[in-house]
């Protein structure tokens, strides 16, 4: 439904906490919102917010399942499946180059560029760490998951 408002071409102001809302859940708390049956007590979306439109990461694995299960309750007007991994490899790559030069107190023409799908399925501090500096940079920080860590 949003999305074919949206596309008629019209400017229209929204407001937060008035249009929409954002509530943001960890990939395994959303068991706790009532698009998934379950016999846990859950969080009844219908009465918090009538039209909930959910988002999540394009990461696969043992939540297919249960994305299919929601997409199934919600239907694809309510469903947005991100086409990376995680939400910080929306990021565009300019964005991220720049960040990560400043960050590295060093200058960006060392970094070399990569194109959006050298990145978007991986861990994005591995990407960083591994392809991105690649010894351009020394540095003694560790590695999480998804981004460094000082």
């Known amino acids: 439904m949003l999305r074919q408002y949206m596309a008629q071409g019209q400017k229209h102001d929204f407001d937060e906490d008035v249009h929409y809302s954002f509530v943001e859940y960890g990939g ?4 706790h919102w ?5 016999a846990r007590p859950q ?3 219908d009465r918090l917010c009538a039209q909930a439109m959910v988002i999540v990461d394009g990461d696969g694995g043992e939540k297919m ?14 469903f947005i499946e991100l086409p990376g991994r995680k939400i910080e490899n929306m ?6 180059r720049s960040i990560v030069s400043d960050y590295e107190s060093g200058s960006s023409n060392v970094i070399p560029d990569f194109a959006f799908q050298a990145y978007k399925d991986e861990y994005l501090g591995k990407f960083i760490e ?6 351009a940079f020394p540095s003694q920080r560790r590695v999480s998951g998804s981004i460094r860590e000082r």
């Open 28 to 31: 395994s708390n959303i068991i």
């Open 34 to 38: 009532s698009f998934l049956d379950s």
């Open 43 to 45: 969080i009844e979306v």
């Open 65 to 78: 399942d249960r994305k299919a299960l929601i997409l199934k309750k919600l239907g694809r007007d309510r």
């Open 91 to 96: 990021l565009p790559y300019s964005v991220i």
């Open 130 to 135: 591994e392809e991105m500096l690649a010894g």
